[in-house]
């Protein structure tokens, strides 16, 4: 969602009349970004629908993903945003808008476009090679010509060698489901768009954005990392010192360069205790630094703790648990972290990618191991081990030992030569990352000049305002 909000934030920066269509509670997480907007004179509002919680049996609030705390809302939530097609193609209609900008999930929104004789636009928020390979996956089928879940397979017709089995696949991918009807309904979509818009950068992946536009022969742009445009005015907002800084960077304030890993699964990650306790272990006889972010499921739930663990890392000074929200950006991009283990959620791992911070890769639903075959490529991450696709929020994939996940943080963050050379290539992508959305870098240009601003309506300034 806030990728999507930025884009719209960037288009209102360049002259065009922006409105936002979410629900409330949705609204109060990018409140503070439109207003910064709005005092910078840009012409962007936010129009709310309620979202129907009772209709589809959820508390109210629950609007999103992220604010799920059981399995069974997954599909109340998808449910719910089915319900809103109707309302918001009323609003749009009354609106009467010069260009529909979408995300991937609201293959209806060409339709509405079609109807109005405008242009939709679809949002990407997934990397390049994401796409080449579930392309050449329904092209060829490679799956399905090996005997066990486990087996190796390559993956054909791509610009690198990759290997991955059937247990690392989407469901949708191996058998008929919900859920792959919705990807199709995507895909019809996304042949009807005037063009899709990607959150990543071509010095990322230059092979697949090259691979990508012959497969594709359809006009698309990349304009990541999106959150990087508007970073360095944020900090500097930031930096006002009536504001408190977050108790994890004081911590981090104390430790030694590069020292510390950042360990944080994401908003919708629910492991078992027992795979809690390994982490905790791992952590412990790796004797590594760590801010590690947990999400509380119930009250009072710290039966996976190891006995005395909290109170020996806070004794020692050697890490931090943390059960709330934290400032992961900020995280990343202090001098004291020097690792990020993460479920590889694109978001993430652009953001680490920015901060030039090598990662721990564990991917575990989504297109999570996809993703980690990029970092792989990159050669700017080392993996845990993890081979099961899981379906989202509860983790029922088999539990990976302390041994493992404590191996790989030892990889990572020894100082032996392989650390040090991923560590270099790291920081040499993360200046490429700020690079490109700077003036004259490649996403910068495909927002101005000639690239995606010739495509949009209204007036344009010629420089982006950060």
């Not at 700020?434 to 000049?449: D, K």
Request: net charge negative; aromatic share 10%.
């Amino acid at each position: 969602m806030v990728p999507l909000v930025d884009m719209g934030r960037l288009f209102a920066a360049r002259g065009v009349t922006v409105t936002i269509i979410t629900t409330p509670h949705n609204a109060l997480l990018f409140r503070s970004s439109i207003e910064q907007g709005l005092e910078s004179g840009h012409q962007i509002a936010v129009h709310e629908l309620n979202f129907p919680s009772k209709e589809v049996g959820l508390p109210e609030g629950i609007e999103n993903f992220n604010a799920i705390t059981s399995s069974e809302m997954t599909s109340k939530v998808f449910y719910g945003i089915m319900l809103l097609r109707k309302p918001m193609e009323d609003l749009i209609r009354k609106l009467s808008p010069n260009c529909i900008f979408s995300d991937m999930f609201y293959p209806w929104t060409t339709d509405v476009a079609s109807e109005l004789g405008i242009p939709r636009l679809m949002f990407y928020p997934s990397s390049f090679l994401y796409h080449c390979v579930t392309h050449s996956l329904a092209l060829y089928a490679p799956h399905d010509c090996v005997e066990s879940e486990t087996e190796s397979f390559l993956v054909p017709n791509l610009p690198d060698k990759i290997e991955m089995k059937r247990c690392q696949l989407q469901e949708h991918v191996k058998t008929k489901t919900r859920y792959g009807e919705l990807i199709k309904a995507i895909k019809e979509s996304e042949q009807k768009s005037y063009g899709m818009v990607h959150d990543t950068f071509y010095e990322l992946e230059p092979a697949y954005a090259d691979h990508y536009s012959e497969i594709k022969k359809s006009k698309f742009w990349h304009i990541g990392p999106i959150f990087q445009f508007f970073k360095t005015a944020e900090a500097e907002r930031s930096s006002d010192s009536s504001s408190e800084q977050h108790f994890c960077l004081s911590w981090l304030d104390t430790q030694k360069p590069e020292s510390v890993v950042f360990i944080c699964f994401g908003s919708m990650v629910r492991f078992s205790d027992a795979q809690l306790t390994e982490i905790a272990l791992a952590l412990e006889a790796s004797n590594t630094r760590f801010i590690w972010v947990v999400r509380k499921i119930v009250e009072n739930q710290e039966t996976w703790l190891p006995s005395g663990f909290e109170e020996r890392i806070l004794k020692n000074n050697k890490g931090l648990i943390v059960r709330d929200w934290v400032p992961q950006v900020k995280i990343l991009d202090h001098p004291s972290t020097g690792g990020f283990l993460t479920h590889c959620g694109w978001n993430s791992v652009l953001e680490a990618v920015v901060a030039g911070v090598p990662l721990v890769t564990w991917p575990l639903f989504a297109e999570q191991f996809y993703n980690e075959k990029l970092v792989e490529l990159l050669k700017v991450g080392v993996r845990v081990g993890a081979d099961v696709w899981n379906s989202g929020f509860e983790i029922k994939s088999p539990l990976l030992g302390r041994d493992m996940i404590q191996n790989a943080l030892s990889r990572l963050m020894d100082g032996s030569e392989e650390s040090a050379m991923i560590r270099r290539r790291a920081k040499e992508i993360g200046v490429q990352a700020r690079g490109a959305v700077m003036e004259g870098g490649s996403s910068f240009n495909q927002l101005s000049g000639s690239g995606m601003q010739p495509y949009l309506p209204g007036t344009y300034s010629d420089k982006l305002d950060n």
